[in-house]
């Protein structure tokens, strides 16, 4: 009930890896896990009013593990014949483009206040990606297997 050290343990803002998240394929989930730490960090940066450059390492580093992670998960979709592989490549693409944009503005302003959202708003649709897109696939791949009830 105190206001120690506990609250710091676990801040409200800190995403937890669950099985909520898992897609079921080991090497995606660790990558999954990796792009939550990273959100993590980026959160974490933001919130304790880090500087730009700080702010903008971390905002790269989730972009490159971005593009790493997308380009493994379309082979992926496309080995295992996910119906709709080529829009969620097409997702893929749209997102790329939109992190180009961000980190551009992100770039060219000084305001700490609108480098602080665009760091949000990047880490958000990485988020999104993940709970909204990625979990189609997860759900293809549990119906290929089919009910597994005794």
Wanted: charged share 30%; with cysteine; proline share 3%.
């Amino acid at each position: 009930m105190g206001t120690g050290g506990s609250a710091l343990e676990k801040p409200e803002w800190e995403i937890a890896w669950s099985d909520c998240l898992s897609m079921g394929v080991p090497e995606m989930d660790e990558e999954h896990r990796q792009f939550i730490a990273r959100v993590n960090e980026l959160n974490k940066a933001i919130i304790e009013c880090e500087d730009k450059a700080s702010v903008g390492r971390r905002m790269k580093l989730m972009l490159v593990q971005a593009a790493e992670h997308f380009a493994h998960e379309e082979a992926l979709l496309v080995r295992s014949k996910f119906p709709q592989a080529a829009a969620h490549r097409a997702k893929h693409a749209e997102l790329t483009a939109q992190f180009d944009r961000v980190m551009k503005e992100f770039e060219e302003t000084e305001l700490s206040f609108v480098w602080a959202l665009k760091g949000l708003s990047l880490k958000q649709r990485l988020v999104e990606h993940l709970l909204h897109e990625d979990m189609k696939y997860r759900d293809f791949m549990r119906a290929q297997e089919g009910p597994e009830q005794t």
